[in-house]
């Protein structure tokens, strides 16, 4: 070093005397914003190499910082993933619980809607093997449950109890090969023997070939077999074949279309019911809304059809069969038709010369309903009208002398909007 | 008076001769040029033009043949100049440290003692203390003064004549040896 400075001493110094003559120009000058030159050499010499440091420092930090972050990130994926995992169980489950709170909501609204006594289980266990189609549910002797009892849902009929115990049951499924029930076709009165075959579906036997049962008809229980009590759906036909001397008809169970219910009923008694010629409007159980208190011409929406297949009242007016609105119904377009006046023509007090004399109709006990909503027979000169039955013209007489009666019959006429009757 | 014989340029360093001044010859003439630099003008304006501090640091430069005292002489008359102008201090001495610093390296390898030589080394470090100020003035203080090379050269000839009768003049003051 001292050789160095010793051969470049002239150069050596007058690089330090320019040197220290710079240092003093940087302190005595300034620029045009009166910083001194000092201070903006220093602060350009200086700033790329703090640029250059400070992202070296910056790309340090950031490289283990991220590094410390991905290895956090893996662990917390493998944390989010897992509760992921548990939130889906959970979803599953809340659904679950969801839709068997709807489904006991609409069982305790059709328990309370029949009028067969019935007590309400739950499915907690299957049968074990795949040859019998059978569950188990809580209910047993200890709460009333006896064997050959009928099994249903709002829906249709699921079985019937084939093995009691005193806190459990044992329910044999529609779907099983040695499962039977009477049917009786809602469309034809076709009868019949439902069957299962193992799988999904059921099969009706021996409905004669004459009898005419197409694809779509709604099947319900006759009551033949003392364990169903007639009028329960059972399902709809899927498709029929000819035979001799008995038809090959498929049907699906209405109830089983989701699978085995959770939740059931059993019938521990039964009432019968009047076989509905029009299949259920929709498989849930809906409770309408209480009538107006002025009664509307519903003549004309009495009379219109619920559906393709089914004919309507004013068309083709039945005799006796049907609900007992429509036996009444019919009693009294016997009478108009008699006297030549056409019933829910047209507004009230038109097209109406006279107002029909309802009291020249025949009283026969026969005709009278009986049962629910039933008008007492000692009246029947002043008969209380249903709302598809009204007269057109208003008058006293034709007031709903019973509006609870009329609701009910016109419940259990099925019309739109009204609970179809089992 | 020649010491070489009328030649220009030196064979050796050898054959070059060592100018030595008295210490008050030293700092009383370059004393003097700034005093001449800073009062003369004043009075005689068409005599602004003389760089005065610049022909006494050419010449103790290139008669002292000694480059460390050539730029201390250069620094210390730049300073004093900067010192009693308004420029920042520095401008003049860097410059003026430099001109003496090639001065000296130069007068090693010139015959100093000849006019024509004077004059021409007078001509060029003139040019060179105006380029290498106007250089300073861009590069560090970032100022936009004109480059008037025409000028520089015109003032050149006229500093480099005056200071060959300066020079010849100094000759009278310095102490000879070889």
């Known amino acids: ?422 | 008076m020649s010491y070489s014989g009328g030649r220009m340029l030196l064979s050796s360093q050898r054959e070059g001769q060592v100018s030595r001044f008295n210490v008050w010859v030293t700092i009383l003439v370059p004393f003097l040029a700034l005093l001449f630099q800073i009062y003369v003008p004043l009075f005689f304006r068409f005599l602004n033009f003389l760089e005065m501090p610049l022909l006494v640091v050419i010449y103790i430069g290139l008669m002292r043949r000694n480059p460390i005292s050539g730029l201390l002489v250069g620094a210390a008359v730049g300073l004093a100049q900067d010192a009693w102008s308004k420029n920042p201090l520095g401008m003049f001495g860097i410059t003026k440290t430099l001109v003496g610093y090639f001065a000296a390296s130069i007068g090693m390898r010139l015959d100093v003692d000849n006019v024509l030589m004077r004059f021409l080394v007078a001509l060029f470090f003139y040019v060179f203390h105006q380029l290498w100020y106007w250089v300073m003035e861009h590069m560090l203080l970032n100022q936009q003064s004109p480059f008037d090379m025409p000028a520089w050269l015109g003032l050149g000839v006229l500093n480099a004549l005056v200071g060959a009768a300066l020079f010849h003049f100094l000759d009278k003051l310095r102490v000879t040896s070889r």
């Not at chain 1, 259920?280 to 011409?297: D, G, R």
């Not at chain 1, 005799?319 to 030549?340: F, I, L, N």
Request: aromatic share 6%; proline share 10%.
């Open chain 1, 1 to 422: 070093m001292e050789s160095f400075l010793n051969r470049y001493r002239n150069m050596t110094v007058l690089l330090l005397v320019i040197f220290a003559q710079l240092v003093l120009l940087a302190v005595d000058a300034k620029n045009d914003q009166h910083v001194r030159f000092i201070r903006v050499w220093t602060v350009t010499v200086v700033s790329p190499l703090a640029r250059v440091m400070e992202g070296m420092r910056t790309s340090s930090i950031s490289f283990v910082h991220n590094y410390i972050t991905l290895h956090d990130a893996d662990a917390q994926n493998r944390r989010l993933q897992a509760e992921v995992d548990r939130l889906k169980l959970e979803n599953v489950f809340l659904t679950n619980q969801l839709n068997r709170a709807d489904n006991a909501k609409a069982l305790a609204i059709f328990q309370q809607s029949t009028p067969s006594k019935t007590l309400a289980a739950s499915v907690f266990s299957m049968g074990i093997g795949s040859s019998r189609k059978v569950v188990y549910v809580d209910r047993g002797s200890t709460s009333g449950v006896m064997r050959e009892m009928a099994v249903v849902t709002p829906d249709g009929i699921i079985g019937k109890v084939t093995a009691v115990y005193p806190t459990a049951s044992e329910v044999l499924l529609i779907t099983d090969p040695m499962f039977a029930a009477g049917v009786i076709s809602g469309k034809t009165h076709a009868r019949g023997t439902l069957k299962g075959t193992g799988t999904s579906e059921c099969k009706v036997d021996f409905v004669a070939f004459e009898d005419k049962v197409d694809p779509g008809d709604w099947f319900f229980t006759s009551g033949d077999d003392r364990i169903f009590p007639r009028g329960m759906p059972v399902g709809v036909v899927k498709s029929v074949k000819p035979g001799q001397p008995y038809r090959e008809i498929m049907l699906d169970p209405s109830a089983m279309t989701a699978g085995s219910p959770d939740d059931l009923l059993i019938v521990l008694e039964g009432v019968h019911q009047d076989i509905p010629d029009t299949p259920p409007a929709t498989q849930q159980v809906y409770l309408a809304p209480p009538p107006p208190p002025l009664a509307e011409p519903l003549a004309q929406t009495a009379a219109a059809p619920t559906d393709g297949s089914a004919s309507a009242p004013a068309a083709a007016p039945r005799t006796g069969s049907g609900t007992e609105a429509d036996k009444m119904r019919t009693v009294y377009q016997k009478a108009a038709d008699s006297e030549d006046i056409v019933l829910g023509g047209g507004p009230t007090g038109q097209n109406i010369k006279r107002p029909p004399d309802f009291t020249k109709i025949p009283v026969d006990p026969r005709t009278v309903p009986q049962g629910r909503g039933a008008v007492p027979p000692s009246a029947p000169a002043a008969p209380v009208p249903k709302k598809g039955t009204e007269s057109p013209i208003p008058t006293k007489t034709t007031a709903p002398a019973n509006p609870d009666a009329v609701r009910r019959a016109n419940q259990a006429g099925g019309g739109p909007g009204g609970i179809p009757q089992l």
